[in-house]
C-alpha cells in the first residue's frame, strides 16, 4: 500500500483527499449517500484518472466512480475504498457549430452543458435536473425532456474517450472499439471510465413546457386518457404524470401532467397540449414558452439521516391500463409512495433493439416509486412497497438503472436481459477482466 501511495503522489496531479483533509466532509459523500472512503481522488487531467485506476488495482480497494454523484445506491462513494471523483473534467466545448459535434466531460452536469449549448441555439435530449452528472445519466439511457423525439441521452453519443480498468486510453465509437461503444451505451460504468463525451447535439427553439394539475378524485379518468392519448401524440411531445406527492398532500395530492413541447409555435403546441387539458378539471395551468435550459430544475439534497428508495418498471401495450389501474388505487390510500410515470416511444422505440446496451426500447410507459425518510419509516413502509410490486410484477418488466435505489442480482437482471448480460459479460472480459468497475449495477466478466 504504501508503495502504491507513493507512486500515486507522484503520478497524479490532481487532489489526493483523506480522512484528515479539511475538504473530506464533503468529498466523502455523494448527493444522496455518505460514505466513508480511504481515498477521494479528483483527477485534473486524464493521465491522472490513469493512475488513480492503477492505484486502486495495485492497492486493493473497492473502487467507486463519481460524475454528478446523484446515484440512489450511493455508487459514488463507498466504505474503505477508493472514490475519483470526475468533478475537475467538466469541460464543455461545441466542437462543430454547424454538425452540433460537442465534447463534454466526463465529470460535467446537464446544466453545465445547456447552458453553454444555448447560446448556440443547440440542445441535447437529457434528464430534467441541472446537477445531474452527463456520465452516470448517459451511460445507462438518459430518459428527458425530447426523449420521445430525440431519443435518449445515450442516443446522441457518437464517441467516447475512456480510461479501461487496466489504465489503458482508448476512443470508441461505431468505427473504433465498437464493442465497447456497444457496452458504454447503456450498460453503466461496467465498461470503463468515460472521461469525454462527444454528442451530436439538435438544433432547438425555445419550448412549452409546464405542468397541468387535476383534482386527486379524477385520477383515474386522467392517467387513463393520457396513457391513451400518448401512443398517438406527436413526437414533439413528451410528458410525465405525477401523483400521490406526499408533500403536497399524498392521496388528495393533485394529479401533475408535465409537458414540453419542442417548438416555439403557439398554434402547434396548443393542438398538442390540449388534448391533455379536456382530461379533466384543471386546477392549474403553468405551460408557458421558455428556453430549454430553464425546463431544467435544481437538484434537491436530502437532510442527513434521510433516504430515497426508489423502484422502477416499464410497462406497454396491453398492460398499462391494469398499471395505471393499480397505481391510482395505491396512490389513493394513505402511506402511498410518490408515483411518476414517464412516457417514452417515439425516437426511443426506433433505435434496433439490440443496438445499445440499453435494453427496454419497446416500453410504452417508465414507471418509479420514491419514498423518502429515515431507516426506521423507510423500514416501515417495506411491507406495503413490496405489496405493490407484486401486484405489479405479472404487468411490468424490466428495470431503468437510474431509478433504482438497489443493486441486488435481480435488480441487475432486470436492467439486463439475458442477451444483453451476456454480451456485456463479454466486454467485461476484455476490458475488466478482475471486475474492477464493480461499483454499479454490476456485470461480471464471464
Do not use: C
Not at 121 to 135: E, N
Not at 192 to 221: K, L, M, N, Y
Not at 236 to 262: K, R, Y
Amino acid at each position: 500500500m504504501n508503495a502504491s501511495l507513493e507512486t500515486l503522489r507522484r503520478d497524479f496531479g490532481g487532489d489526493i483527499i483523506g480522512p484528515d483533509a479539511a475538504e473530506y466532509a464533503t468529498a466523502r459523500r455523494s448527493v444522496l449517500v455518505e460514505g466513508s472512503p480511504a481515498w477521494v481522488l479528483r483527477p485534473k487531467r486524464v493521465a491522472d484518472v490513469q493512475a488513480a485506476v492503477r492505484f486502486a488495482a495495485g492497492s486493493g480497494l473497492a473502487l467507486s466512480v463519481r460524475g454528478g454523484g446523484h446515484s440512489f445506491p450511493g455508487f459514488g462513494t463507498n466504505d474503505g475504498g477508493v472514490v475519483i471523483d470526475l468533478g475537475h473534467l467538466s469541460d464543455v466545448e461545441v466542437v462543430d457549430e454547424e454538425r452540433g459535434l460537442v465534447r463534454i466531460g466526463g465529470g460535467a452536469t446537464w446544466g453545465q452543458v445547456a447552458a453553454v449549448l444555448a447560446p448556440h441555439g443547440l440542445a441535447i435530449s437529457s434528464g430534467d435536473t441541472k446537477s445531474v452528472g452527463v456520465g452516470g445519466l448517459t451511460l445507462s439511457g438518459g430518459i428527458g425532456w425530447k426523449a420521445r423525439k430525440y431519443g435518449l441521452a445515450l442516443d446522441a453519443v457518437v464517441a467516447a474517450e475512456v480510461v479501461t480498468a487496466g489504465g489503458e486510453v482508448l476512443r470508441a465509437s461505431a468505427a473504433e472499439n465498437p464493442e465497447l461503444f456497444w457496452a458504454l451505451r447503456g450498460g453503466g460504468g461496467n465498461a470503463g471510465i468515460v472521461t469525454a463525451f462527444e454528442f451530436a447535439a439538435h438544433r432547438t427553439t425555445d419550448v412549452f413546457h409546464g405542468r397541468i394539475s387535476f383534482p386527486a378524485a379524477e385520477a383515474a379518468q386522467v392517467l387513463q386518457g393520457w396513457a391513451a392519448y400518448m401512443r398517438t401524440a406527436t413526437e414533439d411531445l413528451t410528458t410525465i404524470a405525477t401523483f400521490a406527492n406526499p408533500f403536497a398532500g399524498g392521496p388528495n395530492a393533485p394529479v401533475e401532467i408535465l409537458v414540453a413541447f419542442d417548438g416555439d409555435d403557439p398554434e402547434r403546441a396548443a393542438e398538442a397540449i390540449d388534448p391533455i387539458r379536456r382530461l379533466g378539471t384543471v386546477l392549474d395551468d403553468s405551460v408557458v414558452l421558455k428556453p430549454y435550459p430553464d425546463t431544467l430544475e435544481d437538484g434537491l439534497t436530502p437532510p442527513p439521516g434521510i433516504r430515497l428508495v426508489t423502484r422502477s418498471a416499464f410497462a406497454g401495450g396491453g398492460s398499462v391500463p391494469e398499471v395505471l389501474r393499480i397505481l391510482t388505487e395505491t396512490g389513493a390510500a394513505p402511506g402511498s409512495p410518490f408515483i411518476v410515470v414517464r412516457s417514452v416511444g417515439g425516437a426511443v422505440s426506433r433505435v434496433p433493439a439490440d443496438a445499445t446496451a440499453y435494453a427496454h426500447r419497446g416500453a410504452e410507459l417508465m414507471l418509479v416509486t420514491t419514498t423518502a425518510g429515515p431507516a426506521p419509516a423507510l423500514e416501515a413502509a417495506r411491507p406495503a412497497l413490496d405489496a405493490l410490486w407484486s401486484r405489479l410484477a405479472p404487468h411490468v418488466s424490466g428495470a431503468y438503472a437510474n431509478f433504482l435505489a438497489s443493486a441486488a442480482e435481480e435488480d441487475v437482471a432486470a436492467v439486463y436481459p439475458r442477451e444483453t448480460y451476456e454480451r456485456l459479460a463479454a466486454v467485461k472480459r476484455a476490458h475488466d477482466p478482475a471486475n474492477l468497475l464493480a461499483g454499479n449495477h454490476n456485470v461480471r466478466p464471464r
